[in-house]
């Protein structure tokens, strides 16, 4: 039998069972050691030093990057340490622009929280810190150095989760500085907006965009007819924030609420989520029936969206054309409801409840418009719904449920349950197995596809078919997959990916919360959504049966696509200038010719091309006539390389096509 | 400053040098260091080229960039004028010689060049040369002692020079 190992913290004796480092020992225990750093679900950085513990025989050291040995002696309280504790708050408040009482975060601020916990009153130090602008370029999120501690969360949360690496340190010394590529604004880089970044940073210094008062001047109009619709996920995180166990269901509160705040409906985008199931799963039938472009990759999460429009435009073809379902909702919405309200189309004001700081992104998308109205006005997170209630003196815990209005409020457990990982995938599943074998499913779990796994394999057999079924979440498992894709070894029909950890229960918008076990218990709250509901397949929504009636015909009719499917571009990563390779810029009659030396054109010979073009001009003692110039992109990288001649853009260009063209274009010139 | 990277051997220069350096993300620091000799400084656009060609955040080959003071992201000027500022020399008085020699040069806020980019002007933490505080090194030529005046006709004979 396998011997215990103990070590003694705080005159405890406390078993070692595989835990990395002293920390999770003691917090196994329930001993709290504050820590800025450190995150189970990242790597270990040990730069806060804020969770020093003295080590009999050692001293102060940083429990988090030390790992447990038998018969140690811990104690993580003492005068020393409490002293050394102090002073590292001390400085990091020095550095730190304290304008708390109109800081967003102030209510989850780590830093703050800490600073009243080790009795912080005063700040010894000489406040020192350069001034920095904020960035406030981008719809859904802010940044703000002023507040930055430092500790890399963000960085290694990018990096690592998302595998992105968008925020990183620059500079050294007491210049340094968590910044974007360059010091850009995010907006101009290849951020994607899904927050977690946000979520996991300590202090106020990246807070998801803060809308509530555009909310306000929507409801205090008397013009508008302003509604509200709310995702599934928000209505298992919301209740945190009042004290209620993690997982509560609070739609019927939530709905009674929006009432009083002034909301003329309240509606749900689960029933929009009904929506997608229909279109996407009836998307991906056709695509196996008429030989289409397989895998289907699932497409209702913007961040993930826009990340393969930055990375993978080779993979968009994959991608469901189906819109989220905010964006479904948005264009429903607009169409139902001023004949219902009896008003134009411009008065109706959708407000969306999102768990979500994409989302935000994904409304202003030109796409979801319509003569410069658009479709979804206001898009507010969970936190940000929570803070206008509270505001609004409303008492949430004492408030008695409503029911949702309807059409657009009515849903089935299929659509609730796409606010967790895996469960997008489940609701299309319902729908195929109605849709192929005529059958009503007996048991309609697919506890294949569920789970909390950031990669998870499923074989799914349905009559005589076997649908294969990948499902990843957190983006640094979308790229594995999109890998797998792209040199043929995936092996599968159906991918589903979200961006954030856990799926949209996860989601920047939501409460604020740390470590898996808050988003797991929300997850299990949507499940027990969908258990108590009576109906469990999309397709049964009787609403959903009426919309394809009365409006959009059949699934992935004319008039379905017009209003529930999009498309997608490829996009720029860094927004930046062109580096000239010849000829200078000036000169006005010289002709342009741009190629793009792109990640992907790259790979596929631009740089060849360059090459051989500017050697050509020169055998030929052209280079006066002509400017060339590198780009980063020209947003069409799935057809590369690319260039652009004088406003004609030549995809997969060859080195023969494009002297042919450039000659042709000089000839033109000179006869001119 | 254009005319710098205006050549297409200038681009191609890039090109070479990561492949000389096999594309291999660990090497980013050599290739960092040849890409500013080839440059004179490291340019944004051929920093996210590199990013691009070694599948590295730019954020990354930025944090690389900006911690090693030896890389530059804007372009010096044609002579580097670098005042010591270690300790001799702070109590010898070289902030009034760095304040005199930027009036001089038109220099203000945070500018370290002059926009015909003919100088940049610089502070190092010490020269090693405590002996002559207050220290002043003009393209790479130590001068000892110097006053505001003497330091002021230094920078004067160079303008004349390239007018
Ligand atoms: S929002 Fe997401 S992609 Fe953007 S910096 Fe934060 S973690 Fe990275
Ligand atoms: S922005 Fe926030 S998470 Fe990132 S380093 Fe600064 S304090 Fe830490
Ligand atoms: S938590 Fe250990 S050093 Fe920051």
């Known amino acids: 039998m396998d011997e215990k190992k103990y070590l003694t913290i705080d005159g405890r004796q406390i078993a070692i069972e595989g835990e990395r480092n002293v920390l999770e020992v003691a917090r196994k225990a329930g001993i709290e050691i504050p820590t800025f750093c450190y995150h189970s679900d ?95 370029s981008n719809p859904s999120l802010q940044r703000d150095n002023n507040k930055c501690i430092l500790c890399g969360d963000c960085v290694r949360m990018c990096q690592e989760v998302q595998g992105i690496g968008v925020l990183d340190f620059a500079g050294r010394g007491s210049h340094s500085r968590v910044v974007p590529a360059f010091g850009k604004d995010l907006k101009n880089v290849e951020c994607i907006y899904c927050g977690q970044c946000a979520r996991i940073c300590p202090t106020g210094a990246i807070i998801p965009k803060n809308e509530v008062s555009k909310a306000w001047e929507l409801l205090d109009n008397p013009e ?25 269901d609070v739609t019927g509160k939530i709905t009674a609420a929006l009432k009083q705040l002034g909301f003329v409906a309240v509606f749900d985008t689960t029933f929009a989520a009904d929506l997608t199931v229909v279109e996407e799963a009836e998307e991906f039938l056709r695509r196996v029936t008429a030989g289409g472009t397989l895998p289907q990759f699932t497409s209702c999460c913007p961040a993930w969206v ?34 219902l309200f ?29 003569d410069g109205d658009r479709e979804t006005e206001v898009v507010l997170t969970t936190q940000e719904l ?76 349905i009559g005589d078919n076997k649908v294969r079924v990948v499902v990843v979440h957190s983006l640094s498992n979308a790229h594995k997959i999109c890998e797998e894709v792209k040199a043929g070894k995936a092996d599968v029909d159906l991918i ?138 020209h947003e069409r990288c799935d057809r590369g390389p690319t260039a652009n001649v004088d406003g004609t853009i030549m995809e997969k260009c060859s080195f023969e096509a494009l002297r042919a063209e450039v000659v042709k274009r000089l000839r033109s010139a000179v006869a001119k | 400053m254009e005319k710098e990277l205006s050549s297409a051997t200038q681009f191609g220069k890039v090109c070479e040098i990561l492949d000389r350096y096999d594309r291999d993300p660990a090497k980013l620091i050599p290739i960092l260091q040849a890409v500013q000799e080839e440059y004179r400084y490291l340019p944004e656009e051929i920093l996210t080229l590199v990013a691009t060609s070694l599948n590295l955040p730019p ?62 002007v610089e502070t190092v933490s010490c020269l090693g040369a405590c002996g002559l505080a207050p220290a002043v090194v003009i393209d790479d030529k130590v001068h000892g002692q110097v006053t505001p005046e003497k330091a002021v006709a230094l920078v004067e004979e160079l303008i004349n020079a390239e007018a």
Do not use: W
């Open chain 1, 386 to 461: 929570i803070q206008m209630i509270k505001g609004a003196g409303i008492d949430f815990n004492a408030i008695e449920p409503e029911a949702m209005d309807l059409p657009l409020g009515f849903k089935t457990g299929a659509g609730v349950i796409f606010g967790v990982t895996g469960g997008v995938s489940e609701a299309a599943l319902r729908y195929a197995y109605k849709k192929l074998t005529g059958k009503n499913l007996a048991n309609v779990e697919f506890k294949e596809v569920r789970g909390d796994d950031g990669y998870r394999r499923a074989e799914i057999t």
């Open chain 2, 59 to 120: 954020a990354k080959v930025y944090g690389v960039a900006t911690f090693y003071s030896h890389f530059t992201l804007t372009p010096k000027g044609k002579h580097i004028i670098r005042l010591c500022d270690g300790t001799a020399c702070h109590v010898k008085g070289s902030t009034a010689l760095l304040d005199a020699i930027r009036k001089r040069l038109g220099l203000t806020g945070k500018q370290q060049s002059t926009p015909d980019l003919l100088f940049t």
């Open chain 1, 496 to 633: 589903e990916v979200m961006a954030c950890p856990g799926g949209c229960v996860g989601g920047a918008g939501q409460p604020v919360y740390v470590g898996m076990e808050t988003r797991k218990q929300r997850a299990a709250g949507l499940y027990r959504v969908d258990r108590n509901m009576q109906l469990h397949s999309s397709e049964d929504n009787p609403y959903v049966k009426e919309a394809y009636q009365n409006i959009l015909g059949t699934p992935n009719s004319h008039k379905a696509h017009e209003l529930l499917h999009t498309h997608y571009q490829s996009r720029k990563r860094i927004q930046d200038e062109d580096v000239l390779v010849s000829g200078s810029d000036e000169a006005q009659e010289k002709l342009p010719v741009t190629i793009c030396v792109g990640t992907s054109c790259f790979k596929r010979g631009s740089q060849q091309l360059l090459q051989e073009l500017t050697d050509f001009l020169k055998e030929n003692n052209l280079q006066d006539q002509v400017a060339i110039k590198a780009t980063f992109c």
């Open chain 1, 42 to 136: 990242l790597s270990v950085y040990g730069a806060c030093r804020l969770c020093l513990v003295d080590i009999a025989g050692r001293g102060g050291v940083a429990s988090c990057s030390t790992a447990p040995e038998p018969g140690m002696v811990v104690k993580t309280s003492t005068k020393q340490i409490r002293a050394m504790r102090k002073i590292a708050v001390e400085l990091l408040l020095a550095a730190h622009d304290q304008s708390c009482t109109t800081c967003y975060k102030s209510t989850s601020c780590k830093l703050l929280d800490l600073a009243n916990k080790l009795g912080v009153t005063k700040v010894r130090f000489k406040p020192g810190f350069e001034r920095m602008p904020l960035d406030n």
């Open chain 1, 306 to 339: 826009k990340y393969a429009e930055q990375f993978y435009p080779e993979l968009l073809p994959n991608l469901s054309s189906c819109r989220s379902p905010q964006a479904m909702f948005g264009a429903m919405a607009k169409e139902m409801l001023p004949k």
């Open chain 1, 342 to 370: 009896d008003v134009p189309r411009e008065k109706v004001k959708i407000v969306s409840i999102m768990p979500c700081t994409a989302k935000k992104f994904e409304a202003q998308r030109p796409e979801f418009s319509r």
């Open chain 1, 224 to 248: 508008y007819k302003t509604v509200a619709t709310i995702a599934p996920a928000v209505r298992v995180g919301f209740g945190e924030a009042f004290g209620m166990p993690v997982g509560t």
